[in-house]
């Protein structure tokens, strides 16, 4: 079965940095996009960030543009969110995922941004 496990989360003050990375198996990881998403407490899942099969193309909300940057290591099965100049607005539950809407995902990484 798919399996996606994310690592990485902690708590970091605001203009911090931190690196999340996935670990995917169950399924042909190489033939799909990957996505990071998140969820704020109280709110819904955003979509953060995707990566197009050889990590070539990839896509951010804007809200992270220039700040967040995607990656993956086919070879390995693993997907990066290097996450730099962090705010507050970033805290939230990370998640890596197999479909943009984030049905297919992990169990989740915390990330907190606060003095």
């Known amino acids: 079965q798919v399996q996606l496990v994310e690592s990485g989360g902690g708590l970091v003050q605001p203009g911090g940095s931190l690196r999340l990375s996935c670990t995917a198996s169950?399924?042909?990881?190489?033939?799909?996009?990957m996505y990071w998403v998140r969820q704020s407490p109280g709110k819904g899942l955003e979509w953060v960030a995707g990566v197009g099969t050889s990590g070539i193309l990839t896509r951010y909300a804007d809200s992270v543009r220039g700040r967040f940057t995607i990656s993956r290591d086919n070879a390995g099965n693993t997907i990066h969110l290097q996450m730099t100049n962090l705010e507050s607005d970033d805290t939230a539950v990370y998640y890596c995922?197999?479909?943009?809407?984030?049905?297919?995902r992990g169990q989740g990484t915390q990330v907190t941004v606060s003095l």
């Open positions: 169950g399924f042909t990881f190489r033939l799909y996009w």
């Open positions: 995922a197999r479909d943009q809407d984030g049905s297919v």
